[in-house]
């Protein structure tokens, strides 16, 4: 199987369904965050409080360059939301392996991290606001950098992760 690899603004819905896609292909799941806290002994605010979110994208490149040597694996790749702000991790995602991008809404994303302090980039005032603003901003690296995509707000997780794995057969 070739690495399957999920982009999408945070509260897509990434870590879930690349965690069921493990399940049901039998996959090693890598989530780049996770992989990161692990590498680094820190939290992400933690890191994004002592590098800054620039410094945090240079350690989050070097992770998913490391992933790409793996794409041969067939690995179920889950990716922080702002992976695709930097140029050079298209070619990168690419490498890795079939890039699926979980497309929602900002309406749905205010929904399912309403309350979740662990977002750096979400702090402040007017969450919503700052959603709707990132999500425009990116909305065009996202399509560039997929393969396929897929609109999630209505789906459940195991929905999602069916149409990725007919999607990913084509």
């Known amino acids: 199987m070739k690495s399957i690899v999920l982009i999408g603004f945070m509260g897509s819905g990434k870590t879930s369904v690349g965690a069921r896609l493990s399940e049901l292909t039998g996959a090693r799941f890598v ?7 692990k590498n ?6 933690d ?4 590098v800054g979110e620039e410094g945090f994208r240079r350690i989050e490149t070097t992770t998913l360059s490391g992933l790409a040597g793996l794409s ?8 922080g939301g ?20 979980l497309r929602v809404t900002a309406k749905t994303v ?8 662990s977002r750096p980039l979400l702090r402040g005032d007017d969450p919503q606001k700052k959603v709707h603003d990132l999500m425009e901003k990116r909305k065009d690296m996202y399509e560039a950098a997929a393969d396929i995509t897929i609109d999630c707000d209505e789906l459940t997780v195991d929905e999602i992760a069916n149409k990725v794995l007919q999607n990913c057969k084509e």
């Open 47 to 50: 890191i994004f409080a002592n």
């Open 82 to 101: 702002g992976i695709v702000t930097r140029p050079c991790n298209i070619p990168l995602l690419k490498k890795a392996g079939r890039v699926v991008f």
């Open 31 to 37: 989530d780049t965050d996770e992989l990161i806290v």
């Open 110 to 117: 205010v929904r399912r991290l309403a309350g979740d302090t």
């Open 40 to 45: 680094e002994k820190k939290n992400i605010n």
């Open 72 to 79: 041969g694996n067939g690995l179920v790749i889950s990716t």
